[in-house]
């Protein structure tokens, strides 16, 4: 067995975690390392290391030919079940873990794409999803990745959630997640400009500050009056974008990170 060694940034981990399953990864093991994370990852054969290198240039790889180890176990362990918020659960497959009292259990893979729970954006988001889902609302997840946060806003009370995002290969893994939750997925190809106007009671999209509002007018246009929009993705100093342009809202955050949470009116 071989492994490729990365250390990255905590706000990149999950987005190099998801380019080192797309790699072929068997299995990834987390370490923290102060204000960095690093990713051991496992794979098979040494045939790769050469653009496994080039490809993670930029995180100090190491390859390194491992002694006999259980990458499924290890793996396992860097991927507990986590209370979020006051509501919610997220538990990977193979967790046997009682759902606690007063919570709703969400089965996710954090081998599938972007959106495991892990960062804090998506913790944010889900908490946001929390104060504004409503029995029979109507949701929509733009940029939804694993589809985690689709997945929630069903489990909190939602009527419908549909995700949307411009990568197909996300929208797989998340049909596996929703399968994994025994919901129908409701997921189509492409960003907020492709759905109708005053389409959703709750808009929520956890993508970069600079995406977000390249995107807010759309945003703005496809969630209905007295509906919410939950933005969230970036750092404390881009915040204040979204807040003067959202002036009927609030601003929470853990860490850097921060959640943008305005009621249209």
């Known amino acids: ?49 050469p653009d496994l290198l080039a490809r993670f240039s930029d995180y100090s790889p190491e390859w390194r030919h491992e002694a006999a180890i259980d990458w499924v176990a290890a793996t396992q362990a860097a991927w507990p079940s986590r209370a979020v918020g006051q509501r919610l659960f997220l538990a990977p497959p193979w967790c046997e873990d009682l759902t606690p009292a007063g919570r709703v259990r969400i089965v996710h893979n954090p081998g599938l794409a972007c959106g495991t ?20 609302c109507q949701v929509l997840d733009v940029g939804t990745g694993s589809g985690i946060l689709a997945i929630a806003a069903l489990r909190l009370g939602a009527r419908t959630a549909i995700g949307i995002d411009p ?5 797989d893994a998340a049909r596996e997640n929703f399968a994994l939750n025994k919901l129908e997925a409701r997921l189509a190809v492409g960003s907020a400009e492709c759905m109708a106007s005053a389409r959703s009671d709750v808009t929520v999209a956890n993508i ?13 246009r496809v969630t ?22 959202l002036p009927n809202s609030e601003t929470f955050g853990i860490a850097e990170w921060r959640c943008v949470v305005a009621k249209l009116s």
């Not at 975690?17 to 051991?40: F, Y």
């Not at 729970?117 to 029979?136: F, I, N, R, Y």
């Not at 209905?224 to 342009?245: C, K, M, N, S, Y």
Request: proline share 4%; net charge negative; with cysteine.
């Open 1 to 49: 067995m071989y492994s490729l060694r990365l250390t990255c940034s905590r706000e990149r981990s999950e987005w190099v975690s998801a380019e080192l399953w797309e790699a072929g990864t068997v299995a990834i093991r987390e370490i923290d390392a102060d204000e960095e994370v690093v990713l051991i990852a496992g794979f098979e054969t040494n045939a790769a290391a």
């Open 117 to 136: 729970g892990e960062h804090p954006c998506t913790q944010l988001a889900l908490m946001a999803l929390e104060k504004c889902v409503s029995p029979e």
């Open 167 to 171: 990568d197909e290969a996300a929208l």
């Open 208 to 220: 970069s500050g600079t995406v977000l509002l390249s995107i807010l007018d759309d945003l703005l």
């Open 224 to 245: 209905r009056q007295d509906g919410w929009l939950i933005l969230t993705g970036f750092p404390e100093p881009e915040a204040h974008v979204f807040e003067r342009a």
